[in-house]
């Protein structure tokens, strides 16, 4: 009997060690979230910010690493290769769609090699004009474009860019030729839409309302559904009949691929918590950022739509390619 027992004893232990042991409740530990973008600009502040109330919910550390470099490509790369346990997230923008088809060579496939959890937040653009032009809608700007073929101009924040990107698709659905010219940033677009330097362009949410409600630039629409509560006289483009600038851009949080369903689920349900508190809300709304904290499915099917309108876009306007 003795002997029996001790064999039973010993078959159990090692039947015990053959099974893995039982997962550990999920978040355990800290929680790293890479922004592919330096420290102090709006990606970061958004993490910051989405972050500490994340931290607050899953009662773990969030802590926000900033890996900037390669148009974003550097910090997504770290993520693409890491442990697929939920403590290694990336908080990229919808630069992250066009950079599939605007690098010629990535480390990584932005499709294969992420796991969309949520979007955090989505943006729209004004589409500015210039106090100088003569068009003060849509239809007017589309009017003198096709009448004088090269002779608008339109500015961007640099090549590649959202901005140059869906003044691109702009064109496109347009049927117009205009002539693209990169700034180093949104104040420089201004300052030239101001001076007549350019006939218009697409700017951030943010500092397209500051400059529409300042009276520097006239609002020639806006992108998205439906109207900005902040600029109820701008139309959107839908309303002046040009279809396909619905989305703006966005900002979305990314797990590396296989990482477990029921890890993505509980992401993105605090995800949908944090965006929707009162005090983020608010600051939210009130910096131009329409908060979302959508579902896994719904943000996937978002992404992959967008890349594949970014690379019609990108070889239809002959957008220079990078390494």
């Known amino acids: ?90 908080m990229h923008t919808s630069a992250m769609a066009s950079n599939a088809t605007l690098y010629t060579k990535l480390p990584f496939d932005p499709l294969k090699d992420f796991t969309p959890v949520s979007m955090v937040i989505s943006t729209q653009f004004v589409i500015g004009g210039s106090p100088k032009s003569l068009p003060k809608t849509l239809k007017e700007l589309i009017a003198l474009a096709k009448e004088k073929p090269g002779a608008i101009n339109f500015g961007s924040s640099g090549p590649g860019s959202s901005l140059h990107l869906f003044a691109e698709m702009f064109n496109s659905i347009a ?12 104040a420089g677009m201004v300052t030239a839409l101001i001076s007549g330097d350019i006939q218009f362009a697409f700017l951030p949410q943010a500092n397209g309302i500051a400059a529409v409600q300042g009276k520097l630039i006239p609002g020639l629409g806006v992108t998205g559904t439906q109207r900005m509560t902040a600029l109820p006289d701008v139309p959107t483009a839908k309303e002046q009949g040009i279809d396909g600038l619905e989305i703006g851009s966005w900002v979305g949080l990314f797990a590396p691929p296989g990482t477990p369903a029921d890890i993505v689920q509980s992401l993105q349900k605090t995800v949908a918590q944090a965006v929707v508190d009162p005090k983020v809300n608010e600051w939210l709304v009130s910096t131009g950022q329409n908060p979302v904290g959508n579902s896994p499915e719904e943000f996937a099917a978002q992404f992959k739509a967008d890349i594949a309108r970014f690379a019609k876009v990108i070889d239809e306007a002959h957008i220079k390619k990078l390494d």
């Open 1 to 90: 009997m003795r002997r029996l027992c001790l064999t039973l004893g010993l078959l159990t232990a090692a039947m015990a060690a053959a099974v893995p042991a039982r997962a550990e409740t999920y978040p355990s530990r800290t929680v790293r979230i890479v922004v592919p973008y330096a420290p102090g600009g709006g990606v970061s502040i958004l993490a910051q910010n989405v972050g500490a109330k994340m931290q607050e919910l899953m009662k773990e550390p969030v802590v926000i690493d900033n890996r900037p470099g390669a148009g974003g490509n550097l910090g997504a790369d770290q993520v693409a290769k890491a442990t697929p346990d939920g403590y290694t997230l990336l």
């Open 175 to 186: 049927g117009t030729k205009t002539v693209h010219i990169p700034y180093r940033g949104d």
